[in-house]
């Protein structure tokens, strides 16, 4: 390359006697044809032209204009009236947001109060001007940008996007943390990705920090929604042991999983986690647990169940009534689901629809007049029965 230089050979170097002047081939967007440009007439072309925002502009974008707090600084409040006014005939976002950059010297206070506006209003354009935001020095990304950012994508299942945000973070230097790749978790579990969930979750054991509740409960939600529900409870038995307690909608995501394929046992050991962790069930979870029984066909210990919830305090809703009832009738304990209902009028807890359905369809089978469903539906609704 040194021997075939100009410096060393000048003459391979001439100007031409009109004058030199650097050609740019660009496409052109109308015709699509090669259209020559000087640089000049180029960067002419890339300057953003600021929008002259009047009566001209639609009433959605009046509406998102007028909610713009007043009390934002007068910089960002004319960013965020161009974004929502924004055309691509006027340019790109990028320039328009350099524009801004080189005019207005905004910090990252300026850059964070635009972010959080566009957000609240669910604006299309916010991620594209976060990533612009990323690259501006006077925003000053830091790895929580780039987390926040990951997990926008990952809620919107746009696994690729958030790839690229994870590898843009990384070449700027930033290393994973314990915040993002309990993100990467929970995105990959959500993208049915258990392998890479897997990986993150080892690489966050690596880091040497200790792990919370959220990072463990994180790769709970990914085993259960993988069906590996066993994988969920050993993860959670660690967590005990370090005395570190998930959530509830951990523990009732996973006693959920095991009553839906009637694993009575895992149900109940779940449910005993529970109160284990020092969390009160509610009828929704005594219900899940009820109808693990119910499904495993143990119509005693649903029973059981049952009233332990009662004992407990708590007023069965009509699913909790319905799961009883259904589990009576597998067996064709018809004289039991009376009695049973029986008991609940005394205490002054009425069925309600999904319970007087049920009844209504196994009376159908046992051949009973159709009267009896009128009735029972009148009683469902709360209809005082005719005077004899």
Known sequence: ?????????????????????????VKSVNDGDNVEHTKEENEEKARFRWLKIGSNITEEQKQAIAQIPQKMENRCRALLKQIICFSPENGSISLMLAAWVKSMNPQRANWLSVLKELERLNHPLYFEVVEHALTEESF???????????????????????????????????????????????????????????????????????????SYGSMVMAYIRAGMLDCGESVLKEMEAQEIYAGREVYKALLRAYSMIGDSRGAQRVFDAIQLAGIIPDVKVCGLLINAYVMAGQTREAVIA??????????????????????????????????????????????EKEASELLVKWFRKLGVVEEVEIVLRDYALGVPEPAL
């Open 1 to 25: 390359m040194w021997k075939n230089s100009f410096l060393r050979n000048p003459k391979a170097f001439r100007l031409d006697k009109s004058g030199f002047r650097p050609l740019l081939v």
């Open 306 to 351: 049952f009233d332990n919830l009662r004992q407990a305090g708590l007023e069965p809703n009509d699913k909790c009534v319905a799961l009883v009832l259904a589990a009576y009738e597998k067996e064709n304990k018809l004289k039991n689901a009376l009695d049973f209902l029986i008991k609940l009028e005394k205490d002054g807890i009425m069925i």
């Open 140 to 214: 000053e990304a830091n790895v929580r940008d780039y987390t926040k950012m990951i997990h926008g994508y990952a809620k919107q299942t746009k696994l690729q996007e958030a790839e690229n945000t994870l590898l843009a973070m990384k070449n700027r230097g930033f290393i994973c943390d314990q915040v993002t790749l309990t993100a990467l978790i929970h995105m990959y579990s959500k993208a049915g990705n258990l392998k890479l969930a897997e990986e993150s979750f080892v690489e966050m054991k690596l880091l040497g920090t200790p792990l919370d509740r959220r």
